[in-house]
């Protein structure tokens, strides 16, 4: 089993930022995915940012582009989402997620096997 527990997240306002830290805990796997995803009230959960274990290569959504970076520190065994210039459109729950396989499909949600218990993020205009 995987333990994420993800913080980090709170109100902030348009323009701002926020780093969201997912620690991660238990089983270890030799290539596996690190995901963000989040998920808004009334809406289906969407990808995020994704890195690869041992690669670390790194893949974002067009929304993150240029604006989100994902990172990990290795000897805290924790990934982080560094979020700037923040819109309100970004307002949502944000959870990490791992999966265990590698996946090239690294952007769909079923592909995960792990997941954390998500933190808000809420940016006002």
């Known amino acids: 089993q995987v333990q994420l527990v993800e913080s980090g997240g709170g109100l902030v306002q348009a323009g701002g930022s926020l780093r969201l830290s997912c620690a991660a805990s238990?089983?270890?796997?030799?290539?596996?995915?690190m995901g963000w995803f989040r998920q808004a009230p009334g809406k289906e959960r969407e990808f995020v940012a994704a890195?690869?274990?041992?690669?670390?290569?790194?893949y974002y959504a067009d929304s993150a582009k240029g604006r989100f970076a994902i990172s990990r520190d290795n000897a805290k065994n924790t990934v982080y989402l560094q979020m700037n210039s923040l819109k309100p459109e970004d307002t949502a729950v944000y959870y990490c997620?791992?999966?265990?396989?590698?996946?090239?499909?690294?952007?769909?949600?079923?592909?995960?096997?792990?997941w954390g218990q998500g933190t808000q993020v809420t940016v006002s205009s």
């Open positions: 997620a791992v999966d265990p396989n590698g996946s090239v499909y690294y952007t769909r949600a079923y592909e995960y096997d792990y």
């Open positions: 890195m690869w274990w041992p690669t670390t290569n790194t």
């Open positions: 238990g089983r270890t796997f030799g290539r596996y995915v």
